[in-house]
């Protein structure tokens, strides 16, 4: 069965860090692009990074860039999402999804498989 499956969200304050998960089974990542992306209550949702399969090249949105890292693990088959210096506007529920292109991409509607999403929460 494909699928992709997060963790490590949970409550955090401001300024703290968190590690978030997304770990496939049913596929390998190596073909992919795998993103994370966001949503707010009452918001969009939004890209945040995301990272090639096959490269490992990345990209970041620019209101995370310098505080979070995208990075995989090919023999795990996982994507992990690195957080630091949080702030209450990173507030939300973070999805990881996979895009069988050849370029990075932030466009969620490049992306066909997508996981059940993992809550993160900023606040003191």
């Known amino acids: 069965q494909v699928q992709l499956v997060e963790s490590g969200g949970g409550l955090v304050q401001p300024g703290g860090s968190l590690r978030l998960s997304c770990a496939a089974s049913?596929?390998?990542?190596?073909?992919?692009?795998i993103g994370w992306f966001r949503q707010a209550p009452g918001m969009e949702r939004e890209a945040v990074s995301c990272?090639?399969?096959?490269?490992?090249?990345?990209t970041y949105t620019p209101s995370v860039r310098g505080r979070f890292t995208i990075s995989r693990d090919p023999a795990e088959n996982t994507v992990y999402l690195q957080m630091n210096s949080l702030k209450p506007e990173d507030t939300g529920v973070y999805y990881c999804?996979?895009?069988?292109?050849?370029?990075?991409?932030?466009?969620?509607?490049?992306?066909?498989?997508w996981g059940q999403g993992t809550q993160v929460t900023v606040s003191s």
């Open positions: 049913g596929f390998s990542l190596d073909d992919y692009v």
């Open positions: 999804a996979t895009a069988r292109i050849m370029w990075l991409s932030l466009a969620s509607a490049d992306y066909s498989i």
């Open positions: 990272v090639s399969g096959r490269n490992g090249g990345t």
